[in-house]
Nanobody, 118 residues
Framework: VQLQASGGGLVQPGGSLRLSCVAS????????IGWLRQAPGKERETIAC????????LYAESVKGRFTISRDNPKNTMYLQMNSLKPEDTAVYYC????????????WGQGTLVTVSS
């Protein structure tokens, strides 16, 4: 049972990246999913999630309108499409799953580094 994240890299301000997270050993669509990030010297924050209860999406104000979370159930994969990237989006990004919106994230991917710089 694991999550494998990929897609990070170096991108210029204003650019785009798509992060992927493949689930193995379990069925991803039975769970809520989230993308979290941790920037250097800052606390980890949840930036986007899809709830287990009703598949509604929630975004942090800092990424609303720029980032889109989604999942492809046949591929057992979740995505984070990131557009209009800013230097302050530089962080290690993690995918994670939770059994319900009120439950903690209890399965984590390994993290993928996104660097936004010119």
């Amino acid at each position: 049972v694991q999550l494998q994240a990929s897609g990070g890299g170096l991108v210029q301000p204003g650019g785009s990246l798509r992060l992927s997270c493949v689930a193995s050993g379990f069925t991803l669509d039975l769970y809520g999913i989230g993308w979290l990030r941790q920037a250097p010297g800052k606390e980890r924050e949840t930036i986007a999630c899809i709830s287990a209860e009703d598949s509604s999406t929630l975004y942090a104000e800092s990424v609303k309108g720029r980032f889109t979370i989604s999942r492809d159930n046949p591929k057992n994969t979740m995505y984070l499409q990131m557009n209009s990237l800013k230097p302050e989006d530089t962080a290690v990004y993690y995918c994670a799953t939770q059994s319900s919106l009120s439950a903690p994230y209890d399965l984590w991917g390994q993290g993928t580094l996104v660097t936004v710089s010119s």
